[in-house]
């Protein structure tokens, strides 16, 4: 796998580097900023670049923006958003406009590195990644209109890990059912969703923006 890593904090970008070759995942660039980054993943072409969220002049959303000018420019590379704080609506601004091989993680997660790699493996897949906090943050909303009142209390269950990123067999392994339990209700909430015999990984993204956009749509006034 190779990634790009772009973040302003030297110690951060320098020690998520190391973890990751650590890792065996090939680092081929490191920028302290966004600066010049599209013209560098359209020649380098890697699998994911890794920003940080907040980064100069501002320390606002320079990273998002970024990600949104790669994934325009080339829409093959999978980029992974990682900031300090909770923010749902940025998770959600990114997500929404290129939904599939995106994904949005808080540092924390970052003291796991296989966490981290795991992640990586999923947005190459094609699959969306959205950290865990996030994810119990629209569970707990009260929906309006909510489109996931059809599914049962283990499909909302299962929907929530895919949103994750998790493999079927994970989410087995996370309820203890068997993978074929969670075929099940994964078709099942398809069904449920309206979401048609596509392929299976685009389905997956489709249910896991449905389930985001109603989370997100409920904090609004």
Do not use: C
């Not at 890593?5 to 580097?17: P, Y």
């Amino acid at each position: 796998m190779r990634v790009i890593v772009v973040d302003d904090a030297l110690l951060t970008r320098e020690g998520l580097v190391r973890l990751l070759r650590e890792a065996g995942v090939d680092v081929i660039a490191e920028r302290p900023d966004p600066a010049g980054l599209v013209p560098l993943v359209a020649a380098e072409q890697p699998d994911v670049v890794v920003l940080d969220i907040k980064m100069p002049p501002t320390w606002t959303d320079e990273g998002l923006v970024a990600a949104s000018e790669v994934k325009a420019a080339v829409p093959g590379v999978a980029v992974l958003v990682l900031s300090q704080y909770l923010e749902t609506a940025y998770a959600m601004r990114l997500v929404e406009e290129f939904p599939e091989r995106t994904g949005y993680l808080l540092k924390d997660r970052l003291s796991d590195i296989m966490v981290l790699v795991d992640a990586l493996q999923r947005l190459t897949a094609g699959e969306t990644v959205i950290d865990p906090t996030i994810v119990n943050r629209l569970l707990s909303r009260r929906r309006r209109a909510d489109p996931l009142a059809a599914l049962t209390n283990r499909e909302r269950e299962v929907l929530g890990l895919l949103a994750e990123g998790l493999s079927n067999r994970a989410i087995g392994d996370r309820l203890f059912i068997t993978e074929r339990t969670v075929e099940t209700h994964v078709t099942n909430l398809f069904t449920k969703l309206g979401l048609g015999d596509d392929e299976t990984t685009h389905r997956r993204v489709l249910a896991v923006l449905t389930f985001l956009r109603r989370g997100d749509a409920a904090s609004a006034p």
